[in-house]
């Protein structure tokens, strides 16, 4: 690395180009590409905080040199986030600024001031965004009142039209993926930052969750002046802020970032955020995050006669693919701690709008609460991520990398792994559980049902009606009505609710186009894997309590074989020319 670093050349560089960088060929290699990127230039900016560190504790008494006063360009990296259309990409860029700590919070502070409520900013930049896409159409109209025009007049009278409407489209995805990445980076610069800027980034982050707090009159010592209705925080920044929790979860405690007094800090604001949580992907996450933080950080269970005992009950809990025992008989730590935990975290998710009643101060009001099927099916993988201390086969950081990477396991799974996050990158769906493996997979068809097109105003709309208890028929009964083999520009059209049965509220049929936006496109090998699942057949199990589904779908087999094989198919060339497996 050069003496006088270029980072900030190189930084403005990419953001010049970034907003419109179009590149052809497989997206895939497009995004591994810049992943690299991301994670290079984000070493790179670590380094040179490094070194300038040394330079100035071994010689304070020179004058400092120019390099040295200059912010290293962590303004520019985020705001390239706000420009790029990937997930993976955008959550590698917060982890790399994250892992900045107090050089990249100071670069970033000055464009958050404190007192700010980033909130009713991101509010305020959507009604300003709408009403200039009212002016324009209005000007636009206005325009064409007059006599009628030729051909070519019309045609660009339609360039016009679209090109604001495209223009508004840009803007709120723009200022989404800001908020979004503010969402996400937070929880994560709790742990990353000195106690020289510690309470401020607590003071940011408690006036996000101020936001998903009940209706009160209780004025806020956080905001004195922000509304005191119901909570106003959009859907999806829920779920982003839950994956900021989550990300910051997966630091081991001898991870550089974590210190012992802001990891309690961390736990007990994601118990508040789950208590008040309305979304079931933001219990989901939340639930995986606290599992994380739980888990104890030790080289390794102790030996003892017992030892052989548990690892046989382990073993057996985790080769039954129906149900969790309500009890162990093994060590506490291993057995009845972790369903103990697990439980008292499910009863309290989304409690905290639950209106008072009579039978609220009854022992079993809470057990009986109706939770999403999926949030329940992630209580047992996380009580057994903690019965066994291996988070990476029931637990995953981010869906979208899950399914992406096929993943790597040791030779010896018992064998102390040293490594400073609970779930390394590199692992990937083939090291999951594989109840684990079916529940991801419906999850991504939930969220590329919900987050089809990227549209920040229809994903809300999306998210508020799949905001229930339940999930849609086209998940549990009947698959036919999400069309995996759509392609798009089909004159029968694609949008949500077109194929829905006629029962369904949720009306988010069919599946997003082949072609189309989705948030992540699954591998075939993925849905081979989801195939096999079917088929599977496991020696220690009597067939008579051999299930080869999840608990949520009433689906026959046969048909979910065919549903994962449309889906196997959406990415191939020519499906007519490829043998079939099964």
């Known amino acids: ?123 305020r930049k959507t009604r300003q965004a709408k009403r200039k896409l009212n002016d324009d159409y209005t000007k636009w109209l206005e325009s064409g009142d007059h006599e009628p025009i030729s051909p070519g007049e019309a045609r660009r009278r339609e360039q016009e039209h679209a090109r604001f409407v495209a223009d508004y489209e840009n803007d709120r995805a ?14 994560m610069m709790v742990g990353s930052v000195s106690e020289k800027y510690r309470d401020e980034a607590k003071e940011r982050l408690e006036i996000w969750l101020q936001h998903l707090a009940p209706a009160t009159r209780l004025r806020s010592p956080v905001m004195p002046h922000a509304p005191h209705t119901a909570p106003d925080l959009p859907l999806s920044l829920e779920n982003a802020l839950a994956r900021g929790f989550k990300n910051a979860a997966n630091r081991r405690r001898r991870h550089p970032d974590v210190c012992d007094e802001t990891l309690a800090y961390l736990v007990k604001q994601a118990e508040k955020m789950l208590t008040r949580s309305r ?34 009950q382990g073993q057996a809990r985790t080769a039954s693919t129906d149900q969790v025992p309500d009890g162990d008989t093994g060590s506490p730590i291993q057995g009845a701690d972790p369903v103990r935990s697990v439980a008292r975290w499910l009863s309290t998710a989304s409690t905290a709008f639950d209106t008072p009643t009579p039978t609220s101060a009854h022992p079993g009001h809470q057990a009986d609460r109706l939770l999403h099927p999926f949030v329940a099916e992630a209580g047992d993988l996380v009580t057994l991520a903690l019965e066994t201390g291996h988070p990476e086969r029931f637990l995953w950081i981010d869906e979208n990398r899950a399914i992406y990477n096929v993943g790597s396991s040791p030779a010896d799974p018992e064998r102390y792994r040293k490594h400073n996050l609970w779930i390394a990158p590199s692992v990937g769906w083939s090291t999951l559980h594989p109840r684990a493996q079916r529940l991801v ?92 699942l079917l088929h599977s057949r496991f020696r220690w199990r009597p067939p008579a309590v051999s299930r080869h589904t999840a608990p949520w779908v009433s689906i026959p087999i046969r048909e979910l074989h065919g549903f994962w094989e449309q889906m196997a198919n959406r990415n191939r060339k020519s499906t007519g020319q490829e043998p079939r497996v099964f």
Not at 40 to 56: C, I, M, Y
Not at 299 to 305: E, L, Q, Y
């Open 1 to 123: 690395m050069d003496p006088e670093s270029e980072q900030t050349e190189i930084a403005d560089e990419l953001l010049s180009a970034w907003p419109g960088l179009t590149i052809r060929g497989d997206q895939r290699t497009v995004e591994e590409a810049k992943l690299k990127l991301v994670h290079h230039f984000g070493a790179a900016l670590r380094e040179v905080d490094r070194r300038r560190s040394g330079w100035r504790r071994s010689d304070r008494r020179s004058t400092q040199p120019p390099e040295a006063s200059r912010r290293l360009p962590y303004s520019q990296f985020f705001d390239i986030g706000t420009h790029e259309p990937s997930h993976p990409v955008r959550i590698a860029i917060t982890q790399e600024i994250s892992s900045g700590g107090d050089t990249a919070f100071s670069a970033l502070r000055k464009h958050f001031p404190l007192g700010t409520d980033p909130v009713l900013q991101y509010l």
């Open 174 to 187: 723009r200022w989404w993926r800001h908020f979004a990445l503010r969402a996400w980076l937070l929880p």
């Open 279 to 312: 979304c079931w992907y933001a219990q989901l996450t939340l639930l995986h995050a606290l599992c994380l933080w739980s888990l104890p950080d030790a080289i390794g269970r102790p030996p003892g006669p017992d030892t052989t005992e548990r690892h046989r």
């Open 441 to 532: 997979a419906d999850v991504l068809v939930m969220l590329n049902l919900t987050e089809r097109n990227g549209n920040p105003d229809e994903i809300e709309e999306r998210l508020r009606r799949a905001t229930k208890d339940t999930l849609p028929p086209c998940l549990t009964h009947d698959r036919s009505p999400l069309h995996p083999e759509h392609s798009i520009g089909r004159a029968d059209g694609n949008e949500p609710g077109a194929t829905c049965l006629p029962t369904c509220h949720f009306r988010l049929c069919p599946y997003p186009p082949k072609g189309g936006r989705t948030q992540t496109e699954m591998e075939e090998p993925f849905c081979r894997q989801q195939q096999a």
